[in-house]
């Protein structure tokens, strides 16, 4: 079983609804958690970062970690087109910040 | 300001031949991580270097993988005796230190005939 578990999709929503995006996990010492967006034959590109446990809002973005069940979101609300990528969660220990694991994407598609 | 760049961008080699990738990293980044990505997965982490200390290299498959900084900028990851099992995109990031954000480069597409 990975350390990092997601549900591949894909995901298909209409333009303007909320997306939840899910990511799993079993290291609990995962401490820095992380949300990246890819788009196709492109490198990833951060989009939220979070401590520990709570909710991070960014825009249209809010990221969550709800440590004691090791899971993460991500809600991304009135999605555009524009959104149409794989999202990527990742996630550090605290004592090796610098190795990331990361989830193997969620494929999103926002129809216009 | 320029991105994180890697050469070659492409590359076809047959079984059994070494290969060297590089990485330069974005000017004055300390961090530099290199991760190996399949079709239609994450990234999987290599290695990191801290200015040009290997500080982890747990992620590197077996000892045909090796990883250099040697003076804290540019990077070469090397694969000896190549196998078809390496083909994969093999990216680099790099960040201003530990807890910033990881920008990525273009990755190098690695064909091993």
């Known amino acids: 079983q990975k350390e990092v578990e997601q549900d591949p999709g894909p995901l298909s929503v209409p333009e303007g609804a909320i997306v939840s995006l899910n990511c799993t996990y079993s290291?609990?010492?995962?401490?820095?958690f992380m949300w990246y967006r890819q788009y196709s034959r492109k490198g990833p590109e951060l989009l939220m970062y979070t401590y520990s446990s709570g909710n991070k809002e960014d825009g249209r973005f809010t990221a969550q970690v709800d440590k004691s069940s090791k899971y993460i979101s991500l809600f991304i609300r009135d999605s555009q087109p524009s959104d149409s990528a794989t999202y990527l969660c990742?996630?550090?220990?605290?004592?090796?910040?610098?190795?990331?694991?990361f989830g193997d994407g969620t494929t999103l598609t926002v129809k216009p | 300001g320029a991105g994180v760049s890697q050469s070659p961008r492409y590359k076809v080699t047959k079984r059994g031949q070494d290969v060297a990738l590089r990485c330069d990293p974005i000017?004055?980044?300390?961090?530099l991580y290199w991760y190996r990505q399949a079709l239609g997965q994450g990234p999987e982490f290599l290695t990191y270097?801290?200015?040009?200390?290997?500080?982890?290299k747990s992620g590197l498959p077996n000892d045909r993988f090796s990883a250099e900084r040697p003076e804290g900028s540019i990077s070469t990851l090397t694969i000896q005796r190549t196998e078809q099992r390496d083909s994969a995109m093999y990216r680099c990031a790099s960040s201003q230190g530990l807890f910033n954000e990881q920008f990525f480069g273009p990755g190098t597409r690695l064909t091993v005939l």
């Open positions: 000017s004055g980044h300390v961090s």
């Open positions: 990742a996630m550090s220990a605290g004592t090796n910040a610098g190795k990331s694991t």
């Open positions: 290291n609990s010492a995962f401490q820095y």
């Open positions: 270097f801290n200015y040009e200390a290997q500080q982890d």
